[in-house]
């Protein structure tokens, strides 16, 4: 069983930055892969970055390119997502997820996970 706890979330006016954090429960830190995923109020969690446990390989949304880095640190069994250039579309709550089979493998899907966390609030002003 895995439980995950985002934490980071806040205030902040376009072009500043966050960093999020997503602490896991577990000695392994054995999942595939784990995410990040946004949603805003009446809309769908939509994929924002995702990296893999073996190799720490990457994926992102295209909307984030160039301006978020998602990274994990196996010992600590924790992942990051460093939000810099942040635009008032990004403000959303934020999820961290993990997905413990091989087709959470850099998956953009969220069905493709198995965990999430409660999400934590980013909020960007113009």
């Known amino acids: 069983q895995v439980q995950l706890i985002e934490s980071g979330g806040g205030l902040v006016q376009a072009g500043g930055s966050l960093r999020l954090s997503c602490a896991t429960s577990?000695?392994?830190?054995?999942?595939?892969?784990m995410g990040w995923f946004r949603q805003s109020p009446g809309k769908a969690r939509d994929f924002v970055a995702a990296?893999?446990?073996?190799?720490?390989?990457?994926s992102y949304a295209d909307s984030v390119k160039g301006r978020f880095t998602i990274s994990r640190d196996n010992a600590k069994n924790t992942v990051y997502l460093q939000m810099n250039s942040l635009k008032p579309e990004d403000t959303a709550v934020y999820y961290c997820?993990?997905?413990?089979?091989?087709?959470?493998?850099?998956?953009?899907?969220?069905?493709?996970?198995?965990?999430w966390g409660q999400g934590t609030q980013v909020t960007v002003s113009s």
């Open positions: 577990g000695r392994t830190f054995s999942e595939f892969t």
């Open positions: 997820a993990a997905g413990s089979t091989w087709s959470s493998y850099l998956s953009t899907t969220p069905n493709a996970y198995n965990y």
């Open positions: 990296i893999t446990r073996s190799d720490l390989r990457t």
